[in-house]
């Protein structure tokens, strides 16, 4: 079992930034992928980043260079900073792994941006 809990959530102006976090415990190790996904209401969760097990990392178009995600193997966190930011990126942002057959998520964290 995997337990995921997101934090870092809030209300930002257009333009600012925030720093979400996903602290990972169980069974987890550095060899999961990590991801990032994002939710409006009646629409469905869309991938926003993802971070391998090699370090490598993958973005959405919409938010590539403007956001950051990164993992600290040693604490089994990972971030997502996301800069310049816009009222559509307003949704619930989820962390999600995978082990085995399994898929869990965290219970997410709201992001608003507006004025």
């Known amino acids: 079992q995997v337990q995921l809990v997101e934090s870092g959530g809030g209300l930002v102006q257009p333009g600012g930034s925030l720093r979400l976090s996903c602290a990972a415990s169980?069974?987890?190790?550095?060899?999961?992928?990590m991801t990032w996904y994002r939710q409006v209401p009646g629409k469905e969760r869309e991938w926003v980043a993802t971070?391998?097990?090699?370090?490598?990392?993958m973005y959405t178009a919409s938010v590539k260079g403007r956001f950051t995600i990164s993992r600290d193997v040693a604490k089994n966190t990972v971030d997502l900073q996301m800069n310049s930011l816009k009222p559509e990126d307003t949704a619930v942002y989820y962390c999600?792994?995978?082990?085995?057959?399994?898929?869990?998520w965290g219970q997410g964290t709201q992001v608003t941006v507006s004025s």
């Open positions: 999600k792994t995978d082990l085995g057959l399994s898929t869990f």
């Open positions: 971070v391998t097990s090699s370090g490598s990392t």
């Open positions: 169980g069974s987890i190790s550095s060899t999961n992928v």
